[in-house]
């Protein structure tokens, strides 16, 4: 009877450990930002070799949505006090060998008694076997392989000295990096960029764990 109620519920913690799993993003941040001010303007500067890239200019844009709630965004880095330049990639992943033990009847405990017994009609000889719950524990395992890839997501903020000035000074330096099963950018991207701007700018010379649903 114990039995054939643990089986239930030990399906229900499974499905729940599956419910609450995500993405796992650990974020370092080193800055000098005070926080967000709604009056500065950033502008958005590619790399040289993401100039025609539309998969940098999608990323682009999820960091300007984030980005939006402390200053404005401007198309020339000539309006702008703040340069952000965005860059990413993924490595060409590794395995990771696993194994997952197999649990089942590994035999069941029992006796059986002799002897002898005296009975109205005289001596007679008994014969009984106890059989008790059958036990369970590891029978073998199964093995398994799956890549994991690293993740990463890099933003870099430059403070223009002055307008129309070419030089300028790194005021934040925000990375982003996670590993998982999903070697598609496109799918993690939004987490990784929701993950960096978690109470943005954050604490300076900080490193944070999120955990995050991947949808």
Do not use: W
């Amino acid at each position: 009877m114990k039995l054939r109620f643990l089986v239930p519920v030990l399906l229900l913690m499974s499905i729940l450990g599956c419910a609450t799993t995500g993405m796992e993003i650990n974020v370092t941040r080193f800055h000098e930002m005070g926080g967000c001010d709604s009056n500065i303007n950033y502008a958005f500067v590619p790399y040289e070799t993401q100039r025609e890239s539309l998969e940098h200019q999608a990323y682009v844009d999820l960091v300007k949505q984030k980005l939006m709630s402390c200053g404005h965004i401007v198309n020339d880095p000539n309006d702008a006090s703040r340069i952000v330049f965005v860059n990413y990639g993924i490595d060409t992943g590794r395995e990771q060998v696993s194994s997952t033990p197999i649990i089942g009847q590994t035999g069941s405990l029992g006796s059986t008694t002799t002897g002898s017994a005296y009975t109205s009609g005289g001596y007679t000889t008994i014969s009984a076997t106890t059989r008790n719950i059958p036990t369970y524990g590891v029978i073998g395992s199964v093995a398994s392989s799956e890549t994991e890839y690293r993740r990463t997501l890099s933003l870099d903020i430059y403070q223009k000295k002055a307008i129309n000035d070419n030089a300028v000074k790194k005021i934040y330096e925000g990375k982003a990096v996670s590993i998982g099963s999903t070697g598609t950018l496109a799918i993690v991207m939004p987490n990784m960029v929701k993950a960096i701007f978690i109470e943005f700018p954050g604490k300076n010379r900080s490193v944070s764990e999120y955990n995050l649903s991947l949808k």
